[in-house]
């Protein structure tokens, strides 16, 4: 609600301090234990030194990063977005810069790459900070406070985010575990070129969800229903669209642009990726919808349908998935796995929105 300057201020400090204590924590937990994380994510004796001094070193920025990511969401709160939009820019510019310095350049390795990363978020971080030194500013560093109960509402808010995210990192494990049990380093390999394709497409609809959030949240307080039937209606529309596009570039382009991330040689990783992403390819399809839906029910202030999207799509069904589908058809299984579980889950989106727009206690 407008004029509620004062509880903006606490909502702010709260999260500041909520987020930054517990990147603090997991920071000191990679640093001590980078080697017992690393096993922990399926990392063999050939791969356990690079993978722990990765985890070790990109561990070390993570309160940069997480601060980071909160101020970017403040600033765009503030009215503000072209500012943030530059300070992202200018950070993954650097990243890009730093990357080629450290890594190509000076032959840093994997400590390179952490470091590159590192001082790149702390760039974004120190860039996004500074609107919020002044006391001017609308929202600012010096007034509000830590407030229990805005951090138990903030945790349960963004439960269906953090589980997305999670069950990304779920997702990630079961896979190279899996992979590394069937195929070994070679999987893994190709496998992280696909969760690079994969980061592209998802981003761009997790946009998509982020931008119309704040129109069907704006629109669904003020009980204005047609807006918000309207909007979600295009946000599916559009992801949808998305889908296919990047269905059909994934799957028709698929050598050219798996090549760009292997180097010249790398054949048996190479053609195993393009059978892993031509299949991976068909999530496109409908994971969209599934990333919309969950942000329209977040955006509404109902996390719980929220949550269960996310623990359907990141945990129940990829858990189920990679438990059986290989034991059936082998190497195949593995990567219809993720297609799957976001086709399963499509149904229980389609369900829940049938469900709150025939309900009528909700939105008419």
């Not at 990679?30 to 001094?53: D, M, S, Y």
């Not at 997305?164 to 070129?193: D, K, P």
């Not at 296919?244 to 054949?267: R, W």
């Amino acid at each position: 609600m407008r004029g509620q300057i004062k509880e903006a201020h606490t909502a702010f400090k709260t999260a500041i301090l909520l987020i930054g204590g517990s990147s603090l924590l997991f920071a000191a937990v990679a640093a001590i234990f980078p080697e017992e994380i690393a096993r922990c994510l399926g990392a063999n004796e050939h791969i356990l030194e690079q993978t722990a001094v990765y985890i070790r070193y990109s561990g070390l920025f993570l309160p940069f990063l997480s601060v980071m990511l909160v101020l970017d969401y403040s600033l765009k709160t503030i009215g503000r977005p072209i500012y943030a939009m530059i300070a992202l820019i200018l950070a993954v510019s650097s990243h890009m810069g730093l990357t080629w310095l450290l890594v190509g350049r000076l032959s840093m390795g994997l400590k390179g790459a952490a470091l590159a990363m590192g001082i790149s978020c702390m760039i974004a971080f120190i860039l996004a900070m500074l609107p919020f030194s002044s006391k001017k500013n609308t929202l600012n560093f010096f007034q509000g406070s830590f407030d229990k109960k805005t951090a138990a509402y903030i945790l349960y808010g963004g439960s269906a985010e953090g589980l997305t995210e999670i069950g990304t990192g779920v997702t990630t494990f079961l896979f190279n575990i899996t992979l590394m049990r069937y195929v070994g380093e070679t999987g893994v390999a190709a496998f992280t070129v696909i969760s690079y394709l994969s980061f592209i497409g998802n981003n761009v609809l997790i946009g998509l969800s982020d931008g119309v959030g704040a129109i069907i949240s704006y629109n669904y307080g003020y009980k204005k229903a047609a807006r918000v039937k309207k909007a979600l209606k295009l946000a599916c529309i559009t992801a949808f669209s998305i889908g296919i596009g990047f269905f059909l570039v994934f799957f028709v382009f698929s050598k050219e642009i798996v090549s760009i991330f292997l180097a010249a040689g790398n054949e048996k990783v190479l053609n195993f990726a393009l059978y892993g992403a031509k299949i991976y390819a068909f999530s496109f399809l409908v994971n969209g919808l599934n990333i919309v839906t969950s942000g329209y029910f977040t955006a509404i202030g109902q996390p719980k349908n929220a949550a269960l999207i996310s623990l359907s799509k990141g945990f129940l069904w990829i858990t189920a998935g990679i438990a059986i589908l290989p034991a059936l058809f082998g190497i195949k299984g593995i990567w219809l796995t993720v297609p799957l579980a976001e086709t399963a889950t499509i149904l229980l989106s389609i369900g829940l929105l049938y469900r709150h727009f025939t309900d009528p206690f909700r939105l008419k």
